[in-house]
């Protein structure tokens, strides 16, 4: 079983940055896909983005591509998202999610665990 907890959100003016991350316990982290996806009020839960177990493959959602990026380090048991340029419509709770397998892709219900969620919030 993996535990994801996140960090790292927070309040931010339109056009700046944050950096979410997500701790997995466990000494299998390497064995799972990781994903972020994210629920604003009112909507119902997106993707984000997904990274393969080694990192090498990674997807976005079109609405988040060349500004958000997705990284991990297998040695620390985490997973990240850069988010950059951010903008109103990026308010959202951002869960990291893993899948137990090589790459989760964008459907949640291919993902195993789930974390408790951050809240970023984007002001104009």
């Known amino acids: 079983q993996v535990q994801l907890v996140e960090s790292g959100g927070g309040l931010v003016q339109a056009g700046g940055s944050l950096r979410l991350s997500c701790a997995a316990s466990g000494r299998t982290f390497s064995s799972y896909g990781m994903g972020w996806f994210r629920q604003a009020p009112g909507k119902e839960r997106e993707f984000v983005a997904c990274i393969s177990r080694r990192g090498v493959s990674t997807y976005y959602a079109d609405s988040v591509k060349g500004r958000f990026t997705i990284s991990r380090d297998n040695a620390k048991n985490t997973v990240y998202l850069q988010m950059n340029s951010l903008k109103p419509e990026d308010t959202a709770v951002y869960y990291c999610?893993?899948?137990?397998?090589?790459?989760?892709?964008?459907?949640?219900?291919?993902?195993?665990?789930w974390g408790q969620g951050t809240q970023v919030t984007v002001s104009s």
């Open positions: 999610a893993a899948a137990a397998k090589n790459y989760g892709g964008s459907a949640s219900r291919d993902y195993d665990y």
